[in-house]
Nanobody, 124 residues
Framework: QVQLVESGGGLVQTGGSLRLSCAAS????????MGWFRQAPGKDREFVAA????????LYADSVKGRSTISRDSAKNTVYLQMNNLKPEDTAVYYC?????????????????WGQGTQVTVSS
């Protein structure tokens, strides 16, 4: 079992930046590949970014590629999502998730553990 707590969301203007953090506790953080997903009001949850156990491989949704960077710090049991050049369409609740497989995955069904989410609002 692993517990995930997101932080770092907030209100930002178009073109601004945010860094989301997800602190993991419980079983060994390095045993999990990690992902970020988001859900906007009235829309399905969608994949944002993922990083595998050893931080060798990363995946990004086309909508954030080039503007976002996922990283992890095993010493702090934390995964980060740095988002730059934010747009109003990035407004959503952002969720951190943990997957026990080795590879980074864009499929929400692969993730066993989820955080409560952090709100990101981008004003135009």
């Amino acid at each position: 079992q692993v517990q995930l707590v997101e932080s770092g969301g907030g209100l930002v203007q178009t073109g601004g930046s945010l860094r989301l953090s997800c602190a993991a506790s419980g079983r060994t953080f390095s045993s999990y590949s990690m992902g970020w997903f988001r859900q906007a009001p009235g829309k399905d949850r969608e994949f944002v970014a993922a990083i595998n156990r050893l931080a060798v491989n990363t995946l990004y949704a086309d909508s954030v590629k080039g503007r976002s960077t996922i990283s992890r710090d095993s010493a702090k049991n934390t995964v980060y999502l740095q988002m730059n050049n934010l747009k109003p369409e990035d407004t959503a609740v952002y969720y951190c998730a943990a997957d026990q497989s080795y590879r980074a995955s864009a499929a929400s069904a692969d993730y066993s553990y989820w955080g409560q989410g952090t709100q990101v609002t981008v004003s135009s």
